[in-house]
């Protein structure tokens, strides 16, 4: 097809190139008729003379890496030569199938570079998506094409009129524009088979290029089939011979010819790949380590949490009058005077005869010390030490040494025990004949779950990584951390490895990691249960969420010769692991993701990312569902599975940034404590009820 600019010589209308101004051609009477008066005309033109019963079979928008290579094997077996028009993009996808066309004899013609529609792109798109698959066709091919057909192509005369602006361009930019004679519109037979049989071609003796498609969508097994046992002996039993387009066009023939590839040409080729090709290949990567990761490692957790709870009901433990395992508790205080009385009060409430409760007070600036002052008058058993502010891990360290009991239980300073909770967190202990047991895992849950939306969502939170991924870590025997928060260890076993440490601000997983190395065990225990104060605003959240993922990457720094070593079991060799490519990947990945998401959306709408959403959200609500399950939680938390997903993923990149960010800059940050406010969930307070016969401590020593 070509745009030519009428102007009449004496009896005859003669064709002008609009952009050149060459005469180019003479209209025939019947051409000139059909014109009428117009100034401007559409032509279709170009086989030779010698051409008598000829067809060209053409196909568009591959090479698809399927149906392309069977369709080839159909037109070998039969030999018939056909004429591709391959998008670039799909040509540096699949260069060994474009290569097997020219060897095969096959004709390999312009397409555009992704597919678009050539009139309504803007021209700097539109010039680059021809001059770019050119390129690339010099470079896979070794051979020149000049010639290109438009995406988007109708059959009817309206449909080339409406793309009369692509054709245009095209024109100038010097392409000779390829169109058809039949159009067998077997994409929409292929997509909607209850259409029927893809029609064939009339062939009465004229000259015909027909228009089917190998690549492009899905079913195009259709097309092949058709091509096989429909069109090419149809075709051939009404004497029609098979030719590409350049062997029955002259215009194209000479267009056509053998080139060595320059340098710009490969550069071009491996820049497609780079940005076109390889980002496909690494999203479906990256799609293919995401579903692993949620959906196989979640999923593989709950069955490993599942198992590990079956077997536990069949364990007998000690009452806690049964047990006679001296225990104290610590708690570092840094101003807590919101919520350090109602912690007392719930750790005196306990089940289990403790020696002590020693608080540290490590610099606290409000009335922490005087609250404990006020408690301990009430309650021997309650000790205070006070020291400059120095970190938490200091305190710890402070309160153990102090501790008499060869078990300490440790808690946050807002904590909220139930009276079950120290005798659940001890009775390991007593049952470990080896006595390899160093620490006692409890489970933490949102205290302040009713306080607002974002409190809901960390409690959801909490369910899900307690009540299945730590415990499918103690079902391997590797628990990364055990919380700092409810927790109960074997004082010789802290002693040995020195103590919390000051130099990562996880000192929690720290001193997990460090026990891990000593050779110690670290198991949960989910009913010893302990209720927190959960941050109840974004500030509040992410302070404390750039604390733990900044320590927690810190402790895996320092233990980093853990990694992939058989001597530490699965804790080396999946969870360490597992955790670093959980921070690498979308570290490395996020922004990449972000923009081929942008890219898809706009190419294919919003419903490709729902259906990644909706994958992803099924399965975080069955292993939601198994961890409430397994907690013995209400149901209701499942309702939050949706928000969840919205923000966890902003959440995890600010984090992981963050944390990337003063790693890089060797930032030492300092303990940022959540404020305490004292909020709680009214069912939760009467817990933190003194008891009205508090145990009398015989024996007590006061450093």
Not at 409 to 426: E, W
């Amino acid at each position: 097809m070509r745009v030519l600019k009428v102007q009449r010589a004496g009896r005859q209308l003669v064709g002008y190139d609009p952009f050149t101004q060459a005469r180019t051609a003479v209209l025939t009477p019947a051409e000139a008729e059909h014109a009428g008066t117009s100034q401007y005309v559409i032509q279709k033109f170009g086989y030779s003379a010698a051409a008598k019963r000829t067809i060209s079979l053409t196909f568009d928008d591959g090479p698809d890496p399927k149906y392309t290579p069977e369709l080839l094997d159909v037109l070998s077996k039969a030999h018939v030569p056909a004429t591709f028009f391959a998008t670039g993009k799909m040509i540096a996808s699949h260069p060994e199938i474009i290569a097997r066309e020219v060897r095969e004899g096959h004709a390999v013609g312009n397409h555009s570079l992704t597919h678009i529609d050539v009139s309504d792109a803007p021209a700097w798109r539109a010039r680059a998506e021809l001059t770019v698959t050119d390129r690339v066709i010099r470079a896979v091919t070794h051979k020149e094409a000049a010639y290109f057909r438009l995406p988007y192509e109708g059959s009817d005369e309206a449909s080339t009129q409406a793309a009369i602006d692509g054709l245009l361009r095209a024109q100038r930019w010097g392409y000779m524009v390829v169109s058809h004679d039949f159009d067998t519109d077997d994409w929409a037979y292929t997509a909607n088979p209850s259409m029927g049989k893809i029609p064939l071609p009339p062939l009465n003796g004229q000259n015909i290029t027909v228009l089917l498609h190998d690549g492009g969508g899905t079913g195009r097994q259709m097309t092949v089939d058709y091509v096989k046992n429909e069109l090419i002996p149809y075709a051939k039993s009404k004497g029609y011979t098979f030719q590409t387009m350049p062997q029955v066009q002259p215009w194209l023939a000479e267009r056509t010819r053998t080139i060595t590839p320059s340098v710009w040409d490969r550069l071009t080729l491996l820049s497609v790949r780079l940005f076109l090709v390889w980002p496909n290949t690494v999203v479906f990567a990256l799609f293919v380590f995401a579903v692993i990761s949620v959906v196989v490692v979640g999923l593989g957790n709950c069955l490993l949490a599942g198992v590990r709870q079956f077997r536990r009901r069949r364990r007998v433990y000690p009452d806690a009058g049964q047990m006679d395992l001296p225990v104290s508790v610590v708690l570092a205080a840094y101003n807590e005077v919101e919520v350090i009385e109602r912690t007392l009060q719930s750790i005196l409430a306990s089940d289990y005869p403790i020696l002590e409760v020693i608080v540290v007070d490590d610099g606290s600036q409000d009335a922490t010390a005087d609250v404990v002052r006020e408690v301990a008058r009430r309650d021997a058993r309650v000790l205070l030490f006070r020291q400059p502010n120095s970190g938490k891990a200091h305190a710890l360290n402070r309160g153990f040494q102090a501790a008499r009991g060869e078990y300490v239980v440790t808690l946050d300073a807002d904590t909220i025990l139930a009276p079950q909770t120290i005798p659940n967190l001890v009775r390991h202990f007593a049952v470990d004949a080896v006595g390899t047991l160093a620490g006692v895992a409890g489970v933490v849950r949102v205290g302040n779950r009713e306080q607002n939306l974002l409190t809901r969502w960390q409690a959801l939170e909490y369910l899900t990584q307690i009540g299945v991924e730590r415990a499918a870590q103690d079902a391997m025997g590797a628990i990364s951390i055990v919380p700092g928060a409810c927790a109960a260890w074997r004082k010789q076993a802290i002693s040995q490895v020195g103590g919390y440490s000051d130099t990562t601000l996880a000192e929690d997983c720290d001193l997990s990691l460090m026990l891990h190395r000593a050779g110690w065990r670290i198991t949960q225990d989910d009913e010893a249960l302990a209720f927190t104060e959960a941050p109840a605003n974004v500030d509040s959240l992410l302070a404390q969420r750039t604390r733990w993922t900044y320590g927690t990457l810190q402790s895996i720094s320092k233990h980093r010769d853990m990694l992939f070593r058989r001597r530490y079991g699965m804790l080396g060799c999946f969870v360490l692991p597992n955790y670093i490519l959980s921070i690498v990947m979308p570290v490395l990945f996020l922004p990449f993701i972000t923009v081929m998401s942008v890219m898809a959306v706009q190419a294919q709408g919003f419903a490709v990312l729902g259906l990644y959403f909706l994958i992803f959200l099924i399965a975080h609500l069955i292993v939601a569902a198994v961890g409430i399950a397994l907690m013995h939680e209400k149901p209701h938390h499942l309702l939050m599975v949706p928000i969840y997903r919205v923000v966890y993923e902003p959440l995890r990149a600010y984090l992981l940034y963050t944390s990337t960010y003063l790693a890089l800059r060797g930032v030492r940050m300092g303990w940022k404590k959540l404020a305490r406010s004292g909020a709680i969930d009214a069912k939760l307070s009467a817990l933190g009820e003194h008891p009205k016969d508090a145990p009398v401590l015989l024996e007590r020593t006061i450093p």
